[in-house]
């Protein structure tokens, strides 16, 4: 599945979006932006909720743009579940089924696996004010999933729901997300979505799109100036490392990017995949190998220099592994530090920060 | 919790004053069931209650109101239905239109519709039907009075209702009509029970257009009438008793579909 969307625009009066191009494969891009950039319109375009005044929308190949709602096969996550309060749990999860539908054996085995994948069994008696937020973003998750959707929109699914219990769903989202192999976009304000969920990024501004990439582009890229504070903040959490794991013991982890052996704290198999954030101010530079209780010791050539103001980002690179340190200014004074130099970038295990483990 | 209970509790000079009004009212309007029970002669009421044309008017008044209900509802929750989800130009007319019935006296409105259903009135000499002094005089007059009753209830029970349940219905593959049966109707429920139910008493209360339009056949209210006119309370008692049962059912009908769930009333 491929969904394109092709000089997409609409006139709100005050406000425009578009024109948009965006092509999303089968992997989940997260749509980032400010409040009234567009983010929710524009998911509300390929729903069908709303209609564009010029451009196209593409669903594999076949155009969808004058559709209406029901016949796009677009599995819509609102911000709010919605789930219908006079239904029990099964029944909202059956509630886009034909009778006929809900008859079918493989029908049947299709539902009990989204209702086990998503662990949701010993709720489907339960009223729906009996669940918890994050319970029922998952019931109208699987109430979209029974369905077979060709593409899968998700508008801040977890805003609601209460810090703790997001950070599990999040993590459960990640694998059955995976699995769909559909375009999914996913909007949201959260950075740990972006990092635990995100395929690619696309950044939206007044209603158009400002950057795009996929995520490994988008954070390890040079500072741009662009006039969001947000949109920077998540370009400078700076330095997504991923590699694979060697050891782990004690709580400790070992892993190689390329050839550099790198620590981090948690628990991961061998042999598993791991994307961790390094933030650009938890690196130090040092032009002397020093004994330290850090555990992340690396030489490394010192590739480019950007000022802002009074803090200099470093960029480094030794092999497959590029780094980005940030410095004040009279740090790098003090330093004496150039372009072409090689010096050690040193930070502690527990800096490297996992966001997700990919079992393969 | 302790909000409430301090509030009982407080003894305030406005909370006198209040007290002393709702009791006022209350008083007020249970006082004439007292004066009834100094009225009813037990064996006096049994022969009353044996009355052919007793049975006949609650029978006629129970028919009637249903068969007038159930034709404002066809209507009606459409109506109620357009009103509470779509934005056009002639809304607020519509709107008016709907409350005429309620703020015009029944008497206004039956001699109105005596206008143009009348024997001598255009509809009357076009078409072979007896429209007055018929059942059917009795539920024009009935559906005329008592639409508003049914339409602003389940209208303010529609809007009520997130628009988003409908939206998300759509996206999960559901047609137009079949959201409206599938989530709108089952979400305003109660609204609908309501308005079903307050149509329906006021059906069977219905007077002052139903005696312009159908003095006869006799419904329980005309009844209620003619009786007191010729013999005062003491003749009309019996009627009186059964409306009143008939208002109990509905009353109790209606609490039970209150304690479901607190629903907002008016516009």
Request: hydrophobic letters at 45%.
């Given at each position: 599945m ?5 000089n997409?625009?609409?006139n709100?009066g ?11 494969n ?7 932006g400010?409040?009234g950039?567009g983010?929710?319109s524009?998911?509300n375009?390929i ?5 564009p005044?010029?451009g196209?929308i593409?669903?594999?190949g076949?155009?969808?743009t004058?559709q ?7 599995g819509?996550v609102?911000?709010?579940p919605s789930?219908?309060p ?6 909202n999860?059956l509630f886009?089924?034909?009778?006929k539908e809900?008859?079918?054996k493989?029908k ?6 989204i ?9 489907l008696d339960?009223?729906?004010?009996d669940l918890s937020g994050?319970?029922?973003q998952?019931?109208?998750?699987a109430?979209?999933l ?5 593409v899968?929109?998700m508008?801040?699914p977890?805003?609601?729901?209460d810090?703790?219990a997001?950070d599990?769903?999040?993590?459960e989202?990640?694998s059955?997300l995976?699995?769909?192999?559909i375009?999914?976009i996913y909007v949201t ?5 972006i990092?635990?969920l995100?395929?690619s990024?696309a950044f939206?501004?007044?209603g ?8 490994k ?6 500072t ?6 947000f949109?920077n903040k ?8 991923t590699?694979?794991v060697?050891k782990c ?14 620590y981090?704290i948690g628990k991961?198999l061998p042999?598993?995949?791991i994307g961790?954030?390094v ?11 020093i ?6 010791i690396?030489?490394i050539?010192?590739?480019d220099m ?5 803090i200099?980002d470093v960029?480094?690179k030794?092999g497959?592994l590029?780094l980005i340190s940030?410095?004040t200014?009279?740090a790098?004074?003090?330093?004496k530090?150039e372009?072409?130099?090689?010096i ?7 800096i490297?920060h ?5 079992k393969? | ?5 301090l509030r009982k ?6 909370n006198i004053?209040?007290?002393v009004?709702v009791l006022i009212l ?7 069931f007292?004066g009834l ?7 006096n009421?049994v022969?009353?209650?044996?009355r052919?044309?007793i ?5 006629l008044?129970l028919?009637t109101?249903t068969?007038?209900t159930?034709?404002i509802?066809i209507?009606?929750i459409?109506?109620a239905f ?20 309620l ?9 109105m519709?005596l206008g143009?259903?009348g024997?001598?009135?255009f ?6 039907v007896?429209f007055?002094q018929?059942f ?6 009935q559906t005329?009075?008592a639409s508003?009753?049914l339409i ?6 529609f809007?009520?209702i997130?628009?988003r ?7 999960l ?8 049966f599938s ?5 305003a429920k109660?609204?609908i029970?309501?308005?079903l139910?307050?149509?329906w008493i ?12 159908a003095?006869?056949?006799?419904t ?14 003491r003749n009309?008692v019996a009627?009186i008793?059964?409306v009143?049962?008939i208002a109990l ?5 209606f609490v039970?579909i209150?304690?479901q769930r607190?629903l907002k009333?008016?516009?």
């Open positions: 491929v969904l394109e969307l092709v997409i625009t609409k709100f005050n406000f425009v979006l578009g024109p948009l191009n965006l092509t999303v089968n992997d989940v891009m997260v749509i980032l400010p409040t950039s983010k929710t524009l998911i375009l729903a069908g909720i709303l209609k005044d010029n196209n593409i669903l594999n076949i155009e969808i004058k209406p709602i029901e016949k796009r096969k677009v819509y609102f911000q709010d789930l219908f006079h239904l029990n749990v099964y029944n999860i886009g089924l034909r009778r809900r008859e079918f493989e049947i085995i299709h539902i009990k696996k209702i086990d994948d998503l662990d949701i069994a010993h709720l339960r009223r729906i004010d994050g319970e029922k998952k019931v109208s998750l109430r979209i029974v369905l077979n959707p060709n899968i929109l508008d801040e977890l805003a609601h729901i810090f703790l997001r599990k769903l999040r993590i989202l990640r059955i995976r699995k769909l192999q375009p999914i304000h959260f950075e740990e979505d990092y635990a995100a395929d990024i939206l501004d007044r158009k799109v400002e950057e795009s990439g996929t995520l582009e988008i954070l390890n890229s040079y741009r100036p662009t006039s969001s504070l949109f998540i370009i400078s959490a700076g330095n997504y490392l590699g694979e060697t013991q004690n709580d400790l982890t070992e892993f190689k990017v390329g050839s550099i052996i790198l981090t991961f042999k598993s995949k961790v954030i933030k650009r101010e938890d690196i130090i530079l040092s032009k002397e190998k004994r330290t209780s850090a555990r992340n690396v030489f050539k010192i590739v950007v000022k802002i103001d009074n200099i960029y480094l030794s497959n590029n940030r410095i200014r009279s790098a004074e003090d330093l530090i372009i072409g130099d090689n050690y970038a040193v930070f502690k295990a527990s490297p996992p966001i997700r483990e990919e393969e | 919790m302790v909000n409430s209970t509790l407080d003894i305030s000079g406005f004053v209040l007290s009004l209350v008083l007020y309007i249970i006082y004439p007292f029970l100094f009225v009813i002669e037990p064996t009421l022969e009353s209650l044996k052919t044309e049975l006949d008017s609650v029978i008044s028919t109101a068969i007038s159930t034709l509802s209507f009606g459409p109506l357009v009103i509470a989800r779509f934005q056009f130009k002639a809304k607020f007319l519509i709107r008016m239109i709907v409350i005429l019935p703020v015009l006296p029944p008497l206004a409105s039956g001699t519709l143009v259903f024997p001598y009135s509809l009357g000499k076009m078409i072979p007896e007055t018929s059917l005089g009795i539920i024009i007059a005329y009075v508003p009753f602003l209830p389940i209208q303010a029970a809007e009520s997130p628009e349940y409908e939206t998300v219905a759509r996206t593959g559901k047609k137009k009509w079949q959201v409206f989530v709108s109707l089952p979400l109660i609204g029970l309501i308005g139910l307050m149509a006021r059906s069977i209360g219905e007077l002052g257009a139903t005696i312009m339009m003095y006869n056949p006799h329980i209210s005309i009844q209620i009438f003619e009786d007191s006119a010729i013999g005062g309370i009309s009627g008793i059964l009143i049962i059912v509905a009353l109790t009908i039970l209150r304690r607190v009333f008016g516009w």
